[in-house]
């Protein structure tokens, strides 16, 4: 009987060939992605979050109060002609 080279025996177990996937990010690779997490986005919550309790920025200006609607004739400043 002629045997293949690439022919396996039912004794022998299989071996998966060797992952070609990229390997595991190291620890400092790790280490850097979360300290530009948290330059990103954890420090500049703090900030905002630190202003708005100092008091409230002067870049946010106050919204003029909506005319109230009344019953009253409108007032004309000028005097009437006679």
Avoid at 11 to 34: N, Q, T
Avoid at 42 to 71: D, F, H, M, S
Wanted: net charge positive; hydrophobic share 50%.
């Amino acid at each position: 009987m002629l045997k293949l080279p690439h022919a396996m025996e039912p004794d022998e177990k299989f071996i998966p060939p060797p992952s070609r996937s990229a390997p595991l990010p190291s620890r400092g690779f790790r280490v850097f992605v979360l300290f530009i997490f948290v330059v990103a986005f954890i420090v500049p919550l703090v900030v905002v979050l630190l202003l708005l309790a100092k008091g409230k920025p002067k870049w946010i200006k106050p919204k003029p109060a909506p005319a109230q609607a009344t019953n009253a004739p409108p007032v004309n400043p000028a005097p009437a002609p006679r």
